[in-house]
Structure formats: structure tokens, C-alpha cells
């Protein structure tokens, strides 16, 4: 299966670059961004507030069962291009990983193909790292779950 | 040759590593800050000595390094030996492709 989605980080800096093409008209893509009842159908969290514009802001949220906050991000929307750009700040309230400055651009490959490629930039080296180990840490338990499931174990 | 000798000991002492899920239990405990064995083995119902020896084996495997801090000893996860590990950035890049996944069959069923 080819590999749909890429996720370019050289060792040492402090951003990474995230592309993706999908089976979708570019505008079709870009709506899957702006509208705030789309975004919630494929980002898992709540979306308390979204405003799709020019110093527009936005607000996420996961509550669990209990109606507690175990996730909540927000930013601000620096420029704000239909079809073609998004600029935004991106900061999770619930972890102290700082600030990323996130650079969407959407481009058109065929009538029915687009591509997305995400420049982010984190404040260091460091809080860029943190986010790799942080899911490093979450695959390495999903792994070994799923190994143990097909090893039918219980430990 | 001797490179891929190297290779091999590296997978195999942090899958020996992250073979235990007690293990993989401390990994997680310390990623995000440093810990005494005693705060780690606090989370156990294991014993402590059972805990300290599953800390020995992840610091053998250098996944995990120790930090003297006056009179207590802080273990925590050692970013730069998971670097070595080919897919480190795997899990990130997997947590990705399944949400664009998931964009992609949301906006096709509303086409």
C-alpha cells in the first residue's frame, strides 16, 4: 500500500513537514477545515468555537465521561486564503508543550486529487521532540496490545 | 558489517526493553517528567524490588537515563536512544495518516 502521508523531521530543528494527498477536489478538502461541524466529525474533540477567518479564533475540547477536560487547544488564525492557505497558532492548554505556528497549504493535482502540506514550527527542539516521544510512547503500548490480543495472552 | 551488528543489538536490547508491560507502563509514567524509583514503584502493586529491576533493564537499554539530584536519583526517557530507533517518528506519522484518513471518508460520504 503506498504511503499516503509523510511526515518530514531532520534531526536538530525545530519544525517538521507533514504532506498528504487525498482522493478529494481541493475545495471539498479545504471545507473539511472551516466548517466547524466537519472539523469535530474527523479531529475527535469538540468544537466550542471556530472562526474561519482573518484573526479568527478557534477553540477544541475532549471532556471524558465525566464531563471533565482532559484536552482542550486553541490558536488564532493568521491568514486565512479559501482554497489555497491557512495560517494558524495552535497551543494545548492541558500540556505545557508551548506554542506551534502551523502553515496549511492546499493544492489542487487533479479534478478529484488534492494535496495538503503542513509546515509546523514549535518553539524548540525539544517541544518538537516531546510530541514524537509522546506518541513513540502511546504506539509502542498500542503495539504490544495488539500483539498480546493475537497471542491471545492476558498479561 | 559492523554497523549492521550494531543495528541488531539496538533492536534487540529496546524490544527487550518494551517487552514488559510493566515497562512499557514506566516508560509511559516518565516520558513527560523524571522520576524516583520510589514515585515510580508507588504506581506498581508490584514490589519494589520487581520495579527496580524492570528500571535496570530499561536503563540498560539506555531508553531511559538516571540524573543525581542531591540525595535522590531521577530516572527519565532518554530521547535521543529512541531517535536511534528507525521508526521514531513512526507513531507520530501513523497518528496522522489515520485522522486524514478519517477527513477523507467523512467528506466523501457528504459528497
Redesign the interface.
Known sequence: ME?????T?Q?GKQDLV?T?E???PLE??F??YVEPD?VE????AKVLKLESKKYGNYLLEVSDAQGNTIFQAHGVIHEFTPNRKIIRTFEMTTMSLGVQLEIYEFEKLTETTSK?TMHVIYESVEQR??????????????A?NRLQKFAGKT? | MKLRIREQEISRDIFQA??H?TR?AI??LI??QAMTPNAIADHFDSSRQAVSKHIRILSESELVTKEQNGREIYYQ?N?QK??EIDD??????????D??N???????K??
Open positions: 504511503r499516503k502521508t509523510n511526515v523531521a534531526d507533514i498528504r487525498f482522493d478529494l471539498v478538502l471545507q473539511a466537519i466529525q474527523w479531529v475527535g495538503l521532540d516531546e510530541l514524537f516521544k509522546l506518541q513513540f510512547v502511546k504506539g509502542i503500548n498500542n504490544h498479561s | 518494551i517487552a508491560p512499557r516508560l509511559a516520558a513527560f526517557l530521547a529512541m531517535k521514531f517518528i513512526e507513531p507520530f506519522r501513523k497518528m496522522w495518516d485522522r486524514f478519517k477527513l477523507e471518508a467523512v467528506m466523501k457528504r459528497q
